[in-house]
């Protein structure tokens, strides 16, 4: 284990188990239907979306936007668009893949942004949930974990931009934060 990750909440074990059951029920969902496409957010939900797609049974395609939400552990309320899509995505099924739900601020405000540019629909399906956190009503289609309210890091998830690379969900110790 690193030395600065006080415990871990979820395994590397369970994330991949966890990731083939939600492929799994994507694939069920999807079938006889086209391909959804899938959309996910730099930078934390990239580990996740690359451990999901390799256990969906579809032909599916990626792609990627970048919105700014956070900065150190506070929300900012306002997102902004860094990256867009590259293709057009009138008439798509979309799911976007996310790393975590906390206040919902940012899925919300994304979906809307999809639908508007045209999408035919938008599931959202999420590696963490932190329900207690909500102040947007919102709830993924499909969830790796739900968590306490607690910051965590590992699996694209960062702090400072560290830790992305760990391959288990977190906590770090008391002293990264003095
Ligand atoms: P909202 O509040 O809009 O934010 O749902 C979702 C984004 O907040 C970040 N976030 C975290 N990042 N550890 C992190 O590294 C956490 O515990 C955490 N909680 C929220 C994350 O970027 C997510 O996309
Ligand atoms: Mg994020």
Not at 8 to 16: A, F, G, K, P, S
Not at 55 to 75: A, L, N, P, R
Not at 166 to 175: F, H, M, N, T
């Amino acid at each position: 284990m690193h030395q600065l990750i006080k415990k871990v909440l979820v395994t590397e074990e369970q994330i991949i188990a966890r990731s083939k059951e939600l492929a799994k029920q994507i694939t069920n969902d999807y079938a006889g239907k086209e391909a959804p496409l899938f959309v996910a957010l730099l930078k934390g939900s990239v580990p996740f979306l690359a451990e999901l797609v390799k256990h969906v049974e579809m032909d599916i395609e990626f792609d990627f936007m970048d919105v700014s939400s956070y900065e150190g552990t506070e929300s900012i309320g306002d997102i902004k668009i860094l990256k867009d899509l590259d293709r057009s995505i009138k008439g798509l099924d979309i799911i976007l893949v996310e790393d975590i739900v906390d206040t919902g601020r940012t899925l919300t405000t994304v979906k809307q942004t999809l639908l508007n540019k045209g999408a035919n629909s938008v599931k959202i399906v999420t590696l963490l949930d932190k329900p207690d956190r909500r102040v947007v009503e919102i709830k993924a289609e499909y969830t790796g974990f739900e968590i306490e309210n607690e910051f965590v890091v590992g699996f694209g998830l960062d702090y400072n931009q560290k830790f992305r690379n760990l391959p288990y969900i977190g906590v770090l110790k008391d002293e990264c934060y003095r």
